[in-house]
């Protein structure tokens, strides 16, 4: 799956004596993966680009906490679609500062690859960057896909090192025949290969559902976090106690969600996590709406202090 891809093949990529500058709301694969890598490692705030210029900048000046050496290389981490806080990552100017300072970017894109962008094919097709100018890009097939397993994209000279020293590679199984088969088809429908339509109708029902799901949770007056095309939708209920209470009682609706709190989130700031899916249909999404509505009423879920927009959304 995808938390062994980060893990296992990070440790590969960078070692004692380079600097990770690594966002702060980076998933704990990522973060296990740092930790095994022996790399010196510095967390910038959330999507702020000047902390990241701040901290990029002290460590060039400085260099290695003990020699003052210049670090073997820098590398900077970062999700497509942040997994707790559905934002976007600012992709274009984290290109920038990487060729401004020489750096390499590592893009996680877990939840992003197959969901974002005209196309489906993730953040970079979001912003319509060159995927040359990422150094590696991961991702993994156990959400788009509908499979298992993770990959890393990137130079062919990078690929051939991973596949002699990476540890996920050398100690794993290969994947089964039909597992390869769901990813290649899934692929094929989401590309067009596949001689229909199917896949730009998908990528198209994703973004519809996304906007309009956003929309209405606005009007209800709960309160979510991250970017208005994130189909990773955080809807907040702060408090500890709360998170179960909402999901056992969704689930007793019929509506599947995932509570997520402390440690994966700050102890304050625990919240539902909302997965859309192009499979949803509008009456699907309305009754989980209605439903949301009625129990936020019950459990006092209603924090958004914003004026209300009465009007009908449009689906």
């Known amino acids: ?30 973060i296990l993966g740092l930790r095994l890598s022996g790399a010196a490692t510095k967390v910038f ?20 906490p003990k020699t003052g050496e210049p670090w073997k290389k820098i590398m900077i981490f970062v999700e497509g679609v942040f997994s707790m806080e ?28 197959g969901a974002t962008g005209p196309s489906g094919r993730g953040v970079l097709d979001f912003y319509g960057v060159d995927p040359n100018d990422i150094d590696i890009l991961m991702g993994t097939f156990t959400k788009s896909f509908g499979s298992a397993g993770g990959y890393i994209a990137g130079s062919k000279t990078l690929i051939n090192f991973l596949r002699v020293n990476s540890h996920a ?21 989401i590309m067009g290969l596949d001689g229909t339509n199917e896949g730009r109708k998908r990528i ?25 095309d994130s189909p990773v939708v955080p809807m907040l209920v702060y408090l500890f106690s709360k998170i179960g209470a909402v999901v056992r009682t969704l689930t007793s609706r019929n509506i599947a969600v995932v ?38 009423d019950t459990l006092g879920l209603k924090y958004s202090r914003k004026p209300r927009d009465p009007r009908p959304i449009e689906y």
């Open 259 to 296: 509570g997520v709190g402390f440690p994966a989130t700050p102890i304050m700031e625990g919240r539902i996590r909302f997965c859309l899916s192009a499979a949803h249909t509008k009456d699907q999404l309305d009754y989980a709406l209605t439903v949301i509505d009625e129990i936020s």
């Open 1 to 30: 799956m995808g938390f062994a891809t980060n893990s296992l093949n990070i440790p590969t990529l960078i070692s004692p004596g380079c600097l990770v500058v690594s966002d702060e709301k980076n998933h704990a694969s990522i």
């Open 45 to 64: 705030k959330h999507n702020n680009m000047k902390d990241l210029e701040r901290v990029l900048q002290q460590a060039i000046v400085t260099g290695q």
């Open 169 to 189: 590679h050398c100690y794993a199984s290969s994947m089964s025949p039909p597992v390869t088969q769901q990813i290649l088809t899934s692929m094929k429908i």
């Open 86 to 113: 559905g934002s976007i990552v600012k992709l274009p100017e984290i290109i920038a500062l990487k060729k401004k300072y020489k750096a390499y970017i590592y893009l996680d894109e877990a939840h992003s690859i």
């Open 204 to 228: 198209e029902q994703l973004a519809r559902n996304t906007t309009y799901f956003r929309k209405r949770l606005a009007q209800i007056g709960v309160i979510t976090f991250g970017h208005e």
